[in-house]
């Protein structure tokens, strides 16, 4: 029999005054319970209780026995409890990936936050332009711009994020502005090697419009960073989007082109695989970044 199921209704035999109550609670009948407590008495080698018709009581054995078995019984309830605030606690490694620029330029700031909230998870933060299959390489969570292909992770909104066209001065000075989004054919472009934005960009005009510019790249670079560095040496026209250019926009190292025509906002989700259920790790990470980078 099970000792540990044994003691519990042993001590509630005890507490309750008879086998029947104690029988009623674990919805057991009185005479099965009667069979764990003899089976107690035999592995004790002793007899627990002094049973007649009308009452039972605690021989002198029986009356340590169970004072051991309450403190026993008191010590696994307390472990039960640890467990529970140990898994309701986040602690542990947070294997995250997402675009260069996004990474650098926000979730990685922002994580100082949540390292503030949650001191004992740990983050390895895996920036890269190309989408990797999440589940193939162990990823718990990615934050991905751009339409979202059918799949089995699970996926919440963020706010969607503009893109800017830019250049340097000293390019704009030496090749002229574009007036209009056909201009663009005749500049250096610098695109990036995946995607369909490496070879056409979707140009909207005030009136939403959008205009598809087939465009030749003189120069693909797989990195956003990149990108913008060799946009800020003159080297041509990028299309970034507005947390990778802002700071060279407002310093004046970098100038909007084509400032009267954007492009169409793109979606931005944070995606996990699902699991049941979401550990605590996952759980507060996915919230903070919903709430840090949610849609306005």
């Known amino acids: 029999m099970d000792r540990l199921l044994g003691m519990t209704l042993f001590v509630r035999a005890v507490d309750r005054g008879s086998f029947a109550e104690a029988a009623r609670e674990f919805q057991l009948t009185p005479a099965m319970v009667g069979r764990h407590v003899r089976a107690l008495e035999e592995r004790a080698g002793a007899q627990l209780l002094q049973r007649t018709t009308r009452k039972q009581t605690l021989t002198a054995f029986g009356r340590l026995y169970y004072e051991r078995c309450t403190r026993v019984l008191a010590e696994i309830d307390a472990m039960d409890r640890s467990a529970d605030e140990l898994r309701a606690a986040p602690r542990g490694l947070l294997r995250v990936t997402t675009t260069t620029s996004f990474g650098a330029h926000r979730l990685a700031p922002a994580l100082a936050d949540y390292f503030t909230r949650y001191p004992e998870v740990r983050v390895e933060l895996l920036l ?3 989408f990797a299959d999440i589940v193939e390489n162990e990823y718990d ?3 991905r711009l751009g339409p979202l292909a059918p799949s089995h992770l699970v996926a919440r909104r963020l706010r969607s994020v503009r893109f800017f066209l830019a250049a340097s001065p000293s390019y704009l000075a030496a090749r002229g502005a574009p007036k209009r989004p056909e201009d663009l054919r ?3 472009c610098l695109g990036h090697p995946y995607g369909d934005w490496g070879r056409e960009w979707p140009i909207v005009d005030a009136g939403g419009q959008v205009h598809p510019i087939k465009i030749r790249c ?3 670079i797989n990195s956003g960073e990149g990108l913008r560095i060799a946009a800020l040496r003159g080297m041509g026209i990028i299309l970034q989007p507005e947390f990778q250019v802002e700071d060279d926009l407002a310093s004046g190292k970098l100038v909007r082109v084509l400032p009267d025509h954007r ?3 793109v979606p ?7 699991q049941k259920p979401v550990s605590p790790r996952l759980r507060t990470f ?3 970044v919903v709430e840090r980078f949610g849609r306005t």
């Not at 931005?268 to 699902?274: D, N």
């Open 218 to 220: 003189s120069l693909k």
């Open 286 to 288: 996915v919230d903070f």
């Open 263 to 265: 492009l169409p906002e």
């Open 268 to 274: 931005m989700h944070i995606l996990y695989p699902p």
């Open 141 to 143: 969570a990615a934050v």
């Open 128 to 130: 890269s332009d190309r």
């Open 186 to 188: 005749g500049h250096a």
